[in-house]
C-alpha cells in the first residue's frame, strides 16, 4: 500500500508536495538571479536527485524489486520522459517568477495543470481513471480561471 493510498497521509504529502511547489520557484528564482536561470535550474535538479536516489533505493532494495527488462517491454516510450517536462517546469518557472511574482506565477500554472488534469481525465490519457468533466467540474475550472484573472489583475 503506498502513502497516497491512506486518505490522511496522502492529503498530508499532498500539502507538503503543495509547500514544496511553492517556495521552490521564488528560491529558484532567486539563485536566477545572482547566477542565471539555466544554472538554478539545473541545480534544482541536481540537488534534487539526492533525495529521489535515497528514496529509490530504500523503496527497490537498491533497484532489486523493479524487473527492469519486463518494466522497458511495458512501459511506453512516453512514460520515461515524464522528467523532461519536469525540467522544463522548473526552468520556466525560474525564469518567469521573479517578473511576474509568486502568486500569479504559481497560480498561473496550478490553474493550467488543473485543465490539462481535466483533459486528461476525461480522454482518460496515459492510463489515468477515465473521469467525465461534469458540469460540476468545469464549474470548478471557471472559478478557478477567475479567481487567477482576480489574482493577475489586482
Same mark, same amino acid.
Given at each position: 500500500? =503506498?502513502? /497516497?493510498? @491512506?486518505?490522511?497521509?496522502?492529503?498530508?504529502?499532498?500539502?507538503?508536495?503543495?509547500?514544496?511547489?511553492?517556495?521552490?520557484?521564488?528560491?529558484?528564482?532567486?539563485? *536566477?538571479?545572482?547566477? =542565471?536561470? =539555466?544554472?538554478?535550474?539545473?541545480?534544482?535538479?541536481?540537488? @534534487?536527485?539526492?533525495?529521489?536516489?535515497?528514496?529509490?533505493? *530504500?523503496?527497490? +532494495?537498491? @533497484? +532489486?524489486? !523493479?524487473?527492469?527488462?519486463?518494466?522497458?517491454?511495458? *512501459?511506453?516510450?512516453?512514460?520515461?520522459? #515524464?522528467?523532461?517536462?519536469?525540467?522544463?517546469?522548473?526552468?520556466? /518557472?525560474?525564469?518567469?517568477?521573479?517578473?511576474?511574482? *509568486?502568486?500569479?506565477?504559481?497560480?498561473?500554472?496550478?490553474?493550467?495543470?488543473?485543465?490539462? =488534469?481535466? !483533459?486528461?481525465?476525461?480522454?482518460?490519457?496515459?492510463?489515468?481513471?477515465?473521469?467525465?468533466?461534469?458540469?460540476?467540474?468545469? #464549474? @470548478?475550472?471557471?472559478?478557478?480561471?477567475? #479567481?487567477?484573472?482576480?489574482?493577475?489583475?489586482?
Amino acid at each position: 500500500m =503506498s502513502a /497516497l493510498e @491512506g486518505v490522511p497521509l496522502g492529503v498530508v504529502l499532498l500539502i507538503i508536495g503543495g509547500i514544496c511547489t511553492g517556495v521552490q520557484g521564488p528560491m529558484n528564482g532567486r539563485l *536566477a538571479i545572482s547566477t =542565471s536561470g =539555466s544554472f538554478s535550474a539545473f541545480l534544482s535538479f541536481a540537488l @534534487g536527485f539526492w533525495p529521489l536516489l535515497i528514496y529509490f533505493l *530504500a523503496d527497490t +532494495k537498491g @533497484g +532489486k524489486t !523493479v524487473d527492469w527488462p519486463e518494466a522497458a517491454r511495458n *512501459a511506453p516510450g512516453y512514460a520515461w520522459l #515524464g522528467g523532461v517536462f519536469g525540467g522544463l517546469f522548473v526552468l520556466i /518557472l525560474t525564469l518567469v517568477i521573479h517578473r511576474r511574482g *509568486a502568486a500569479i506565477t504559481n497560480g498561473i500554472i496550478v490553474v493550467t495543470q488543473l485543465i490539462i =488534469s481535466v !483533459v486528461i481525465d476525461q480522454a482518460g490519457a496515459f492510463q489515468v481513471t477515465q473521469r467525465d468533466c461534469t458540469g460540476l467540474r468545469g #464549474g @470548478g475550472l471557471a472559478c478557478m480561471i477567475v #479567481g487567477i484573472t482576480l489574482v493577475t489583475l489586482f
